[in-house]
């Protein structure tokens, strides 16, 4: 099986007298509040998906990725996983603080040893990591409402709770597992943020005549608005395997983070996580991870193809496409000599477009499963 990044797949979640050591002193500890995603990060940090950080970055390391994609022994890293706090007096350097999210504040989520609080330049690290200055970036706009100072320190999960999809929230220990029962010794990752089409599901199938096994892997957690619900994501997935998937060939898995809409380095982010889970390859495609017009349409591709230290292969989509009627399957420019007037397109905004209207897409285009399942919900959009 391919090793994890960096060779080692953190562990730093605690149990039994380990665990009970720190809860019988939570009433000493000062506890620090932080958003969801934060906390979340948190969780992924101790479960491994993102080895080999063993906590929210120091100094060292953020600087070292915003200048060089890479962590102070080399690994390649592209986005620093950070905490960070307005007052840096809400730590102490060499102290403990417990990490609890902002929708139970009541409930710490983990233990931090705080080793650094340092300021950071907002500025430079959202142009290092987005590739550019424009607030109206969501990333961009992200970075410089965050707080002035970076809290670094490793990081013990006290709350191992699996959330409100635990049957697909696997860890990667626990993904590596089944995908060695299965005999998989290659194993592809599909990235998605959206309800599958019948592009997508040709891609997948495609990919099956390469590899042994396909881990769709839908990202669940903070997105923008107009974006797909992960409900509803789950759900069409769901019943698009439950009917035309061979059963011991895929895996549904869930990625619990949020969209960080930087393009190119977050494809090679998507990478080094699907890395851990297990995967031996991950499909990169058209504007992967981007947002708006802020990258180039192959970019991400290029950016990954270029990466040859990750292990973890790039099966990379190039083109734009359709279902062509003449052709008879899905078709694309660097595969079918036909016109628009024999394209069915996969535009996702005109899918969005015909879900809100009830208007069901051609069955070339969406199985009709998927989209009475999509319709069950009264809105399968974020707000």
């Known amino acids: 099986m391919i090793a994890p990044h960096g060779g080692k797949l953190v562990n730093r979640v605690l149990t ?94 983990a233990l931090m040893h705080v080793e650094e609080v340092f300021k950071w330049d907002k500025a430079r690290a959202a142009e290092s990591v987005f590739g550019t200055s424009d607030m109206a970036h969501p990333g961009v706009a992200g970075y410089h409402a965050r707080g002035e100072y970076v809290v670094g320190g490793p990081v013990d999960l006290l709350d191992n709770d699996r959330g409100p999809y635990a049957k697909y929230n696997l860890f990667p220990a626990e993904t590596r597992a089944i995908f060695e029962q299965r005999g998989w010794r290659t194993v592809c990752a599909f990235q998605t943020r959206n309800v599958p089409h019948a592009g997508h599901e040709d891609l997948q199938k495609t990919v099956l005549g390469l590899v042994d096994g396909l881990l769709i892997q839908p990202i669940i957690g903070k997105k923008k608005p107009g974006d797909f619900r992960d409900d509803v994501i789950l759900s069409a997935y769901e019943t698009l395997i439950e009917n035309y998937f061979a059963a011991d060939r895929v895996f549904l898995n869930i990625l619990p983070t ?55 292969k790039p099966i990379t989509i190039r083109g734009d496409f359709w279902y062509c009627k003449r052709c008879g399957r899905v078709a694309s420019n660097r595969t079918c000599p036909h016109g628009e007037e024999d394209q069915l397109s996969f535009s996702g905004t ?34």
């Not at 506890?31 to 993102?50: Q, S």
């Not at 390859?281 to 230290?309: N, P």
């Not at 051609?362 to 707000?383: G, W, Y």
């Open 258 to 312: 949020e969209m960080r809409y930087a393009g190119p380095k977050e494809a090679i982010m998507h990478g080094i996580m699907r890395k851990n889970y297990g995967c031996t390859h991950i499909i990169i495609g058209r504007d992967h991870a981007g947002v708006g017009d802020y990258y180039g349409e192959e970019e991400a591709i290029e950016k990954f193809e270029a990466a040859d230290d990750l292990d973890i």
């Open 16 to 109: 039994g007298e380990a665990l009970a050591e720190v809860l019988d002193r939570c009433s000493e500890i000062p506890t620090l509040v932080v958003p969801d995603e934060i906390a979340g990060d948190a969780r992924n940090l101790a479960r491994g998906v993102f080895s080999p950080l063993e906590g929210f970055v120091g100094k060292e390391q953020f600087e070292g990725i915003v200048e060089s994609e890479r962590l102070p022994d080399g690994t390649r890293f592209t986005i620093p996983i950070f905490l960070t706090v307005d007052d840096p007096s809400q730590v102490t350097e060499g102290g403990e603080v417990l990490l609890a999210a902002e929708s139970d504040r009541d409930k710490p989520v």
């Open 350 to 383: 005109k899918i969005r477009r015909m879900i809100t209207e009830g208007t069901a897409p051609a069955p070339e285009i969406m199985r009709p499963e998927v989209f009475q399942v999509i319709q069950q919900f009264e809105n399968p959009f974020v707000q």
